[in-house]
């Protein structure tokens, strides 16, 4: 069964700098597009950053030239380097990936999400 599983979100400072990372195990055939959304308390949870099996990338408005996302495709890992971090950066942070389980079958998954709080 496929299983995301996110990691390295916390508390930080305004300015500072964390890296997530989601990994996917679990039946994989193939993953197409990973992501990362991020939802505020009593907001919609939004995109923030996309990347495809081939590299190519897309940024929310709010988040480049700050934010990085990449991929390790030999390990099923995406990630994404936060910099230049603002409190209304603040949000849970869910991966999200695009998976083939078959040659026929593809589900888009989601991580339970981690928190990233930015407060001084």
């Known amino acids: 069964q496929v299983q995301l599983v996110e990691s390295g979100g916390g508390l930080v400072q305004p300015g500072g700098s964390l890296r997530l990372a989601c990994a996917a195990s679990?039946?994989?055939?193939?993953?197409?597009?990973m992501g990362w959304y991020r939802q505020a308390p009593g907001e919609q949870r939004d995109i923030v950053a996309t990347?495809?099996?081939?590299?190519?990338?897309y940024y929310v408005d709010s988040v480049k030239g700050r934010f990085t996302i990449s991929r390790d495709n030999a390990k099923n890992t995406v990630y994404l380097q936060m910099n230049s971090l603002k409190p209304e950066d603040t949000a849970i942070y869910y991966c999200?990936?695009?998976?083939?389980?078959?040659?026929?079958?593809?589900?888009?998954?989601w991580g339970r999400g981690t928190q990233v709080t930015v407060s001084s």
């Open positions: 999200n990936a695009n998976i083939a389980t078959t040659m026929f079958e593809r589900t888009s998954y």
């Open positions: 679990g039946g994989i055939f193939s993953v197409r597009t």
């Open positions: 990347i495809s099996a081939d590299g190519v990338t």
